[in-house]
């Protein structure tokens, strides 16, 4: 699967206000996650106090480069990586991703319209489906080492 072109131009088109407001959007999306989610607060338990610096600059990162994502597999790994450390799971991803386009209309208004909600959208769960695929890599892995011993 890829993203559509009309993602990408929308997306990139985005870059710079969802990069200006992307501490903004990434706290609000953190309350409206444990607010609806109470459940996802665990997997943040250990989490440095400026996680929500971490996902904006992420977030910011992958916009920037949606139409060049090689650019950023070194990131997608550390995610993915971080992600199987607390026990992230596929279930988890609509939670935030809904949690996360809620947040964008919150912060940006006006200007989070409905082809620009849409386009992010698919934009994540695109990203969401790289992630969920390579975590799960990660957790057979994991488990192989985890049974040879």
Request: overall charge negative.
């Amino acid at each position: 699967m890829s993203l559509s072109q009309q993602t990408i131009d929308i997306v990139k088109a985005t870059a710079t206000p969802i990069a200006i407001n992307s501490e903004a959007i990434t706290t609000r999306m953190y309350e409206i996650l444990f607010a609806n989610y109470p459940e996802t607060e665990i997997l943040f338990q250990n989490a440095s106090p400026d996680q929500h610096k971490k996902l904006a600059g992420a977030v910011a990162a992958y916009a920037a480069n949606i139409d060049n994502l090689d650019v950023l597999s070194k990131a997608v790994e550390n995610m993915a990586q971080k992600h199987v450390n607390t026990m992230v799971r596929p279930e988890h991803y609509p939670m935030v991703g809904v949690s996360l386009l809620e947040a964008v209309k919150d912060v940006l208004g006006d200007a989070a319209t409905n082809s620009v909600i849409e386009a992010w959208k698919e934009a994540y769960f695109f990203l969401a489906d790289i992630l969920i695929a390579h975590e799960k890599e990660l957790y057979a892995e994991r488990q192989k080492e985890t049974a040879s011993v």
